[in-house]
Protein backbone atom coordinates (compact mmCIF):
# COMPACT_ATOMS: atom_id res chain seq x y z
CA UNK A 1 0.00 0.00 0.00
CA UNK A 2 1.38 3.68 -0.84
CA UNK A 3 2.34 5.83 2.47
CA UNK A 4 -0.35 8.15 0.87
CA UNK A 5 -3.02 5.28 1.15
CA UNK A 6 -1.46 4.38 4.66
CA UNK A 7 -1.65 7.44 6.12
CA UNK A 8 -5.29 8.21 4.70
CA UNK A 9 -6.64 5.52 6.04
CA UNK A 10 -4.59 6.13 9.89
CA UNK A 11 -5.97 9.68 9.87
CA UNK A 12 -9.65 8.46 8.77
CA UNK A 13 -9.34 5.69 11.98
CA UNK A 14 -7.68 8.04 14.31
CA UNK A 15 -11.29 9.32 14.71
CA UNK A 16 -13.91 7.95 16.99
CA UNK A 17 -16.70 9.01 14.96
CA UNK A 18 -15.27 7.56 11.95
CA UNK A 19 -14.36 4.23 13.49
CA UNK A 20 -17.69 4.15 14.83
CA UNK A 21 -19.62 4.50 11.01
CA UNK A 22 -17.14 1.53 9.81
CA UNK A 23 -18.22 -0.62 12.51
CA UNK A 24 -21.70 0.54 12.02
CA UNK A 25 -21.60 -0.41 8.16
CA UNK A 26 -19.65 -3.70 8.97
CA UNK A 27 -22.57 -4.77 9.91
CA UNK A 28 -24.96 -3.59 7.41
CA UNK A 29 -24.92 -0.96 4.52
CA UNK A 30 -26.68 2.47 5.30
CA UNK A 31 -27.64 5.40 4.02
CA UNK A 32 -26.34 9.20 4.58
CA UNK A 33 -29.72 9.76 6.42
CA UNK A 34 -30.38 7.05 8.54
CA UNK A 35 -26.32 7.74 9.92
CA UNK A 36 -27.08 11.01 10.38
CA UNK A 37 -30.41 10.08 12.65
CA UNK A 38 -28.03 7.50 14.86
CA UNK A 39 -25.75 10.14 15.68
CA UNK A 40 -27.66 12.88 15.89
CA UNK A 41 -25.66 14.79 13.63
CA UNK A 42 -26.42 16.90 10.84
CA UNK A 43 -26.15 15.26 7.15
CA UNK A 44 -23.61 17.25 6.04
CA UNK A 45 -21.17 16.46 9.05
CA UNK A 46 -22.07 12.46 8.07
CA UNK A 47 -21.43 13.49 4.69
CA UNK A 48 -17.86 15.24 5.70
CA UNK A 49 -16.85 11.73 7.74
CA UNK A 50 -17.80 9.66 4.98
CA UNK A 51 -15.93 11.72 2.24
CA UNK A 52 -13.12 11.22 4.44
CA UNK A 53 -13.79 7.12 4.59
CA UNK A 54 -14.55 6.96 1.30
CA UNK A 55 -11.11 8.76 0.01
CA UNK A 56 -9.09 6.33 2.30
CA UNK A 57 -11.01 3.44 0.65
CA UNK A 58 -12.40 2.01 3.36
CA UNK A 59 -16.08 2.89 2.38
CA UNK A 60 -17.71 3.43 -0.81
CA UNK A 61 -21.41 4.48 -2.18
CA UNK A 62 -23.16 3.18 -5.70
CA UNK A 63 -23.52 6.04 -7.95
CA UNK A 64 -26.95 4.70 -9.40
CA UNK A 65 -28.92 4.00 -7.07
CA UNK A 66 -31.75 6.68 -5.75
CA UNK A 67 -30.37 6.07 -1.44
CA UNK A 68 -27.22 5.77 -2.24
CA UNK A 69 -26.10 3.47 0.95
CA UNK A 70 -22.57 3.65 2.13
CA UNK A 71 -20.64 0.32 1.51
CA UNK A 72 -17.90 -1.05 3.57
CA UNK A 73 -15.08 -2.06 1.49
CA UNK A 74 -14.22 -5.74 1.96
CA UNK A 75 -10.10 -4.76 3.40
CA UNK A 76 -11.88 -2.80 6.00
CA UNK A 77 -13.71 -5.56 7.19
CA UNK A 78 -10.35 -7.17 7.29
CA UNK A 79 -9.77 -4.78 9.60
CA UNK A 80 -12.57 -5.12 12.06
CA UNK A 81 -10.58 -8.61 11.82
CA UNK A 82 -7.46 -7.31 12.90
CA UNK A 83 -9.13 -5.25 15.72
CA UNK A 84 -10.12 -8.50 17.22
CA UNK A 85 -6.77 -10.14 16.32
CA UNK A 86 -5.24 -7.35 18.29
CA UNK A 87 -7.46 -7.65 21.10
CA UNK A 88 -7.16 -11.85 21.10
CA UNK A 89 -3.52 -11.24 21.35
CA UNK A 90 -3.55 -8.95 24.06
CA UNK A 91 -5.84 -11.65 26.13
CA UNK A 92 -3.57 -14.03 24.85
CA UNK A 93 -0.38 -11.69 26.78
CA UNK A 94 -2.63 -11.66 29.92
CA UNK A 95 -3.13 -15.65 29.58
CA UNK A 96 0.32 -16.39 29.51
CA UNK A 97 1.04 -14.70 32.05
CA UNK A 98 -1.60 -16.10 34.17
CA UNK A 99 -0.05 -19.79 32.78
CA UNK A 100 3.09 -19.22 34.36
CA UNK A 101 1.33 -17.87 37.73
CA UNK A 102 -0.66 -21.50 38.05
CA UNK A 103 2.66 -22.95 37.15
CA UNK A 104 4.11 -21.78 40.01
CA UNK A 105 1.23 -21.98 42.72
CA UNK A 106 0.67 -24.95 44.79
CA UNK A 107 -2.54 -25.99 46.35
CA UNK A 108 -1.35 -24.73 49.89
CA UNK A 109 -0.03 -20.65 49.38
CA UNK A 110 -3.24 -19.34 50.12
CA UNK A 111 -1.80 -18.42 53.48
CA UNK A 112 1.85 -18.16 53.27
CA UNK A 113 1.90 -15.18 50.01
CA UNK A 114 1.98 -12.38 51.11
CA UNK A 115 -1.03 -9.53 50.10
CA UNK A 116 0.03 -7.20 47.34
CA UNK A 117 1.13 -3.52 49.32
CA UNK A 118 -2.33 -2.30 47.49
CA UNK A 119 -4.42 -4.40 49.41
CA UNK A 120 -6.02 -3.40 51.91
CA UNK A 121 -4.89 -4.71 55.33
CA UNK A 122 -8.34 -5.74 57.13
CA UNK A 123 -9.06 -7.62 53.72
CA UNK A 124 -11.21 -10.81 55.21
CA UNK A 125 -9.60 -14.13 53.29
CA UNK A 126 -12.90 -15.18 51.19
CA UNK A 127 -14.20 -17.49 53.13
CA UNK A 128 -14.76 -20.38 50.02
CA UNK A 129 -10.75 -20.87 50.28
CA UNK A 130 -11.35 -21.96 53.93
CA UNK A 131 -14.42 -24.29 52.94
CA UNK A 132 -12.25 -25.76 50.29
CA UNK A 133 -9.15 -26.28 51.66
CA UNK A 134 -8.51 -29.99 51.54
CA UNK A 135 -11.06 -30.88 49.07
CA UNK A 136 -10.04 -33.10 45.84
CA UNK A 137 -9.20 -30.52 42.69
CA UNK B 1 4.50 -13.77 23.60
CA UNK B 2 4.66 -17.46 22.66
CA UNK B 3 2.38 -19.03 24.59
CA UNK B 4 4.46 -21.59 26.99
CA UNK B 5 1.47 -24.48 27.07
CA UNK B 6 0.57 -24.38 23.40
CA UNK B 7 -3.22 -23.43 24.40
CA UNK B 8 -5.30 -20.71 21.70
CA UNK B 9 -7.22 -17.90 23.29
CA UNK B 10 -10.98 -17.53 21.37
CA UNK B 11 -12.68 -14.46 20.97
CA UNK B 12 -15.82 -14.39 19.76
CA UNK B 13 -17.94 -10.98 18.69
CA UNK B 14 -21.31 -11.66 17.43
CA UNK B 15 -21.90 -9.01 14.64
CA UNK B 16 -25.23 -8.73 15.69
CA UNK B 17 -24.95 -8.58 19.39
CA UNK B 18 -23.18 -6.56 22.34
CA UNK B 19 -20.77 -9.25 23.50
CA UNK B 20 -17.17 -11.01 24.04
CA UNK B 21 -16.70 -14.33 24.13
CA UNK B 22 -13.09 -15.52 25.26
CA UNK B 23 -12.36 -19.08 25.97
CA UNK B 24 -9.05 -20.29 27.05
CA UNK B 25 -8.19 -23.31 28.84
CA UNK B 26 -5.41 -23.95 31.49
CA UNK B 27 -2.79 -26.65 32.80
CA UNK B 28 -4.35 -26.12 36.38
CA UNK B 29 -7.53 -27.82 38.39
CA UNK B 30 -10.91 -25.15 38.50
CA UNK B 31 -10.11 -24.39 42.24
CA UNK B 32 -6.40 -23.42 41.23
CA UNK B 33 -7.20 -21.20 38.68
CA UNK B 34 -10.42 -19.96 40.42
CA UNK B 35 -7.90 -18.35 42.94
CA UNK B 36 -5.43 -17.16 40.19
CA UNK B 37 -8.76 -14.80 39.40
CA UNK B 38 -10.08 -13.61 42.69
CA UNK B 39 -6.82 -13.84 45.38
CA UNK B 40 -5.36 -10.11 44.57
CA UNK B 41 -1.56 -11.13 45.32
CA UNK B 42 -2.09 -13.64 42.13
CA UNK B 43 -4.53 -11.15 40.02
CA UNK B 44 -1.80 -8.47 40.36
CA UNK B 45 0.56 -10.94 38.70
CA UNK B 46 -0.77 -11.75 35.12
CA UNK B 47 -4.23 -8.57 34.67
CA UNK B 48 -2.26 -5.53 33.85
CA UNK B 49 -0.39 -5.08 30.44
CA UNK B 50 2.87 -6.15 30.89
CA UNK B 51 4.14 -2.54 29.84
CA UNK B 52 2.38 -0.95 33.36
CA UNK B 53 2.46 -1.41 36.89
CA UNK B 54 -1.00 -2.72 38.37
CA UNK B 55 -1.91 -1.96 41.78
CA UNK B 56 -4.91 -3.06 43.61
CA UNK B 57 -6.44 -0.25 45.55
CA UNK B 58 -9.43 -2.21 46.93
CA UNK B 59 -10.27 -5.87 46.85
CA UNK B 60 -12.88 -7.92 48.32
CA UNK B 61 -13.58 -11.12 46.56
CA UNK B 62 -16.90 -11.90 47.64
CA UNK B 63 -20.34 -11.77 46.67
CA UNK B 64 -21.49 -8.06 46.87
CA UNK B 65 -18.11 -7.07 47.19
CA UNK B 66 -16.32 -4.30 45.64
CA UNK B 67 -12.81 -3.83 43.49
CA UNK B 68 -10.70 -0.84 42.03
CA UNK B 69 -7.71 -1.68 40.76
CA UNK B 70 -5.07 0.78 38.74
CA UNK B 71 -2.35 0.98 35.99
CA UNK B 72 0.67 3.21 36.72
CA UNK B 73 3.48 4.22 34.65
CA UNK B 74 6.66 5.94 36.43
CA UNK B 75 4.56 6.37 39.61
CA UNK B 76 1.60 8.19 37.51
CA UNK B 77 -1.87 6.73 37.35
CA UNK B 78 -2.65 6.58 33.71
CA UNK B 79 -6.28 4.43 34.02
CA UNK B 80 -8.21 2.88 36.64
CA UNK B 81 -10.81 0.03 36.53
CA UNK B 82 -13.67 -0.40 39.54
CA UNK B 83 -16.83 -2.66 39.66
CA UNK B 84 -18.82 -5.48 42.07
CA UNK B 85 -18.02 -8.84 42.22
CA UNK B 86 -21.79 -9.56 41.45
CA UNK B 87 -21.27 -13.73 42.32
CA UNK B 88 -18.48 -15.26 43.74
CA UNK B 89 -19.33 -18.76 43.59
CA UNK B 90 -15.82 -20.89 44.52
CA UNK B 91 -14.69 -22.77 41.65
CA UNK B 92 -17.02 -22.37 38.92
CA UNK B 93 -18.47 -19.12 38.74
CA UNK B 94 -17.55 -15.43 38.97
CA UNK B 95 -19.74 -12.45 37.72
CA UNK B 96 -18.33 -9.02 37.99
CA UNK B 97 -19.41 -5.52 36.37
CA UNK B 98 -16.28 -3.53 35.03
CA UNK B 99 -15.84 0.28 34.39
CA UNK B 100 -12.77 1.85 32.89
CA UNK B 101 -12.84 5.37 34.62
CA UNK B 102 -12.07 7.07 31.66
CA UNK B 103 -15.55 6.33 30.39
CA UNK B 104 -17.60 6.41 33.19
CA UNK B 105 -21.14 6.08 31.81
CA UNK B 106 -19.68 2.33 30.29
CA UNK B 107 -20.38 -0.88 32.21
CA UNK B 108 -19.57 -4.87 31.19
CA UNK B 109 -20.91 -7.58 32.94
CA UNK B 110 -18.66 -10.15 32.84
CA UNK B 111 -19.60 -13.40 33.61
CA UNK B 112 -16.55 -16.16 33.97
CA UNK B 113 -17.29 -19.49 34.05
CA UNK B 114 -14.85 -22.25 35.24
CA UNK B 115 -15.35 -25.89 33.54
CA UNK B 116 -13.28 -28.93 33.95
CA UNK B 117 -11.66 -29.79 30.45
CA UNK B 118 -10.35 -33.21 31.28
CA UNK B 119 -6.65 -34.30 32.59
CA UNK B 120 -6.63 -31.69 35.21
CA UNK B 121 -7.08 -29.24 33.13
CA UNK B 122 -9.72 -26.29 33.45
CA UNK B 123 -11.59 -24.22 30.80
CA UNK B 124 -12.63 -20.87 31.66
CA UNK B 125 -15.07 -18.80 29.17
CA UNK B 126 -15.64 -15.07 29.84
CA UNK B 127 -19.28 -13.42 28.48
CA UNK B 128 -18.64 -9.45 28.35
CA UNK B 129 -21.86 -7.82 28.04
CA UNK B 130 -22.24 -4.46 27.23
CA UNK B 131 -25.38 -1.99 26.50
CA UNK B 132 -24.55 -1.97 22.60
CA UNK B 133 -22.54 -2.42 19.23
CA UNK B 134 -21.25 0.79 19.25
CA UNK B 135 -19.86 0.16 22.70
CA UNK B 136 -18.79 -3.28 22.09
CA UNK B 137 -16.61 -2.44 19.07
CA UNK B 138 -14.93 0.69 20.81
CA UNK B 139 -13.96 -2.44 22.89
CA UNK B 140 -12.60 -4.33 20.46
CA UNK B 141 -10.66 -1.46 18.87
CA UNK B 142 -9.29 -0.12 21.84
CA UNK B 143 -6.11 -1.38 21.19
CA UNK B 144 -6.08 0.54 17.89
CA UNK B 145 -5.11 3.84 18.87
CA UNK B 146 -2.08 2.08 20.00
CA UNK B 147 -1.91 0.71 16.96
CA UNK B 148 -2.94 4.42 14.87
CA UNK B 149 0.37 5.91 17.13
CA UNK B 150 2.26 3.01 16.30
CA UNK B 151 1.52 3.89 12.62
CA UNK B 152 2.21 7.10 12.83
CA UNK B 153 5.47 6.43 14.23
CA UNK B 154 6.52 4.15 11.95
CA UNK B 155 5.24 6.69 8.92
CA UNK B 156 7.61 9.74 10.89
CA UNK B 157 10.20 7.39 10.57
CA UNK B 158 9.23 6.71 7.10
CA UNK B 159 9.11 10.65 6.09
CA UNK B 160 12.73 11.22 8.04
CA UNK B 161 14.42 8.85 5.91
CA UNK B 162 12.80 9.84 2.69
Redo the contacts between chains.
Sequence with gaps: MA?DQ??RA?VA??D?TR??IV??L??RDATVGELAESYAMSMQAVSKHLKVLEEAGLVSRSRDAQRRPCHLEPQALDLMTS??E??????????????????A?D?TD?DT????????AD??R????E??EG?P? | MTSTTGHETRIEADPTLPTIRIVREFNAPQERVFRAWIEPHLVSRWLGPQDLDMKIDTWEARTGGHYRYSMHREGQEVAAFYGSFHEVRPATRLVQTFTFEGVPDGVSLDTAVFEPAGEGRTRVTVLSVVDNLVARDAILASGMERGVVEGYRKLDALLAAS
Design positions: VLSFLAPRDARSVWIRYRRRAEERFSRLDAVLAMDATPASPGTKEPPTWAKNAS
